[in-house]
């Protein structure tokens, strides 16, 4: 269940508060937008970029794109989190062992900068109950400005449109190791060879899509609206991703809009 019990406190009541203060930032919609109001209300921050085999350049390059546009420091920290076993091996928990990883290596590069506060961007619309990796957040004692603030997905988007940010209507993400099955071991191969088919799918328009691993296949899941653009590039995505997986397979149960 998503908590509904938020203050009324509003983000320029956070800042006014929390003057000093790391971001964790991966350049998608809320941490953009949480990066915003912090320089906005002139506190002191840092944006905090983990670059990991999980995260494709292009995060890279809108989390730099964005800073740059805000004038706010960014700092980009390199982690191999597949050499964590317990994220390596893909189990049901690897959520909570990559936050935990991510989120100590901010710690640690934050605290030498001098921040002791870190924040992420989880606002109220995320179902903390179904999102392992908020547990790691706990722990470490991460504040999540925008879901204190009762600031939803909806709100932050709407807001982000008006204050001009162009992340405003970027399709949610998930990091590539989420296309690879629960359980089936992780290796830099097979997130390369992800991040190469789904920067071809992008390359012919496609959004908010995924190519998912099954059994050495690429499994493509759309959203309903693209079936057109997918039947009309049919033969090139055959041929492109067949390089690389043995089938190549549609996904009937298309995605959300």
Same mark, same amino acid.
């Given at each position: ?187 830099? /191969?097979?997130? @390369? %060879?992800?991040?190469? +088919?789904?920067?071809?799918? !992008?390359?012919?328009?496609?959004? #908010?899509?995924? &190519? =998912? ?18 039947? /009309?590039?049919? @033969? %090139?995505?055959?041929? +492109?991703?067949?390089?690389? !997986?043995?089938?190549?397979?549609? #996904?009937?149960? &298309? =995605?959300?809009?």
């Amino acid at each position: 269940m998503i908590d509904s019990g938020f203050s009324e406190m509003t983000i320029e009541d956070f800042f006014r508060e929390n003057r000093k203060a790391a971001i964790a930032f991966s350049g998608g919609v809320d941490s953009a937008y949480l990066l915003y109001e912090a320089m906005k209300n002139e506190a002191d921050v840092t944006a905090y970029y983990v670059q990991s085999p999980f995260q494709p350049l292009f995060e890279r390059e809108d989390a730099e794109r964005l800073a740059g546009k805000l004038n706010a420091k960014m700092k980009v920290i390199n982690k191999d989190v597949l050499e964590v076993p317990e994220i390596a091996s893909n189990p049901k928990d690897r959520c909570y062992h990559c936050k935990r990883c991510i989120m100590e290596a901010i710690q640690e590069e934050a605290m030498k900068d001098g921040y002791m506060a870190i924040l992420d961007g989880t606002n109220a619309s995320d179902d903390t109950a179904d999102r392992p990796g908020t547990k790691a957040l706990g722990e470490l004692g991460v504040l999540s400005p925008l879901r204190a603030c009762g600031l939803t997905k909806a709100e932050i988007r709407k807001r982000s449109r008006a204050a001009g940010l162009f992340t405003w209507d970027k399709a949610a993400y998930a990091c590539l190791a989420t296309r690879i099955p629960t359980g089936e071991a992780i290796t830099e /191969e097979k997130l @390369e %060879r992800t991040e190469n +088919a789904e920067n071809f799918m !992008y390359s012919l328009g496609f959004r #908010d899509f995924r &190519v =998912r691993l099954f059994d050495d296949s690429a499994r493509i899941q759309i959203r309903e609206c693209d079936i057109p653009l997918l039947i /009309e590039n049919r @033969e %090139r995505i055959l041929k +492109a991703l067949k390089e690389s !997986y043995k089938a190549v397979l549609f #996904d009937l149960e &298309v =995605r959300d809009e």
